[in-house]
């Protein structure tokens, strides 16, 4: 009885690590390996769909995005930081490309050029930046538009500096209350596309979803004042001479 007992026990044992058992141990892993991502993937999703963006701005109470009023910036230092983000936590183009993908939000065609090329990079350490937003009208410019090269030559003048372009990607993917209407470009280093084309990023949330696009990086590029730029900070911000502040805004 006890050798009829030990030998079922025997091959009862055999039976659990058979081949045909570890196979379908394998597949059970995997279905839930696949239920779990694909709940993850739902649920990140649902940060940069319409409908889900709505419900984030209710639920914050946040509005569409209004003209805010537009006061003259004498040195980057008097500029309050605006938010903090985190770059370098992405280790290749892939990881954020499937990021971004996961979350749902929409990459236009220049941007996802731009970043699909070899000259994109990405920091290989995880450090935080801090950003400052700024209009071309806070910067002293008085006309309706004015040129990209300069906006940039008055920003740094001012103290603010031209962020990586990373910044876009990651700004996209840590920014999901962005206000309804609101547009942001992002002041960078242009890169060219295949064809040659120097493009910029835009944040942005036009009201179908959250997005990420390109625009028009040339120097020559004429910019709406009332456009809002993302810069950074330099240790060197301080207040610009009156003469030259004139001479710029009168352009």
Not at 15 to 25: A, E, F, L, V, Y
Not at 70 to 76: M, V
Not at 179 to 199: H, N, Q
Request: net charge positive; glycine share 10%.
């Amino acid at each position: 009885m006890g050798r009829t007992a030990g030998k079922k026990v025997s091959c009862h044992a055999i039976q659990r690590h058979s081949p045909g058992w570890r196979h379908c141990r394998v597949l059970v892993v995997a279905m839930l390996c696949t239920t779990c991502a694909l709940l993850f993937a739902s649920e990140a999703r649902a940060q940069c769909t319409a409908r889900n963006v709505l419900q984030n701005q209710l639920r914050l109470k946040k509005g569409p995005s209004v003209d805010r009023p537009q006061i003259l910036i004498k040195s980057a230092v008097d500029v309050p930081v605006w938010k903090t983000i985190t770059i370098g936590t992405f280790a290749n183009f892939f990881a954020l490309s499937n990021a971004l993908d996961a979350a749902g939000c929409g990459i236009g065609n220049s941007a996802g050029e731009i970043l699909a090329r070899p000259i994109f990079t990405l920091r290989d350490t995880k450090t935080d930046i801090e950003l400052f937003t700024v209009s071309a009208a806070e910067l002293g410019f008085q006309t309706d538009t004015a040129l990209l090269a300069d906006i940039y030559a008055r920003a740094k003048q001012l103290g603010f500096g031209l962020a990586a372009a990373e910044v876009g990607p990651q700004l996209r993917l840590q920014y999901f209350d962005q206000p309804i209407g609101e547009f942001l470009i992002v002041g960078m280093e242009p890169i060219r596309t295949w064809k040659g084309a120097p493009v910029i990023l835009n944040v942005a949330n036009g009201g179908a979803g959250l997005i990420l696009i390109g625009q028009d990086g040339g120097a020559d590029t004429q910019i709406s004042v009332a456009s809002r730029f993302v810069f950074m900070r330099t240790n060197e911000a301080a207040p610009a001479e009156a003469p030259e502040a004139v001479a710029l805004v009168g352009r």
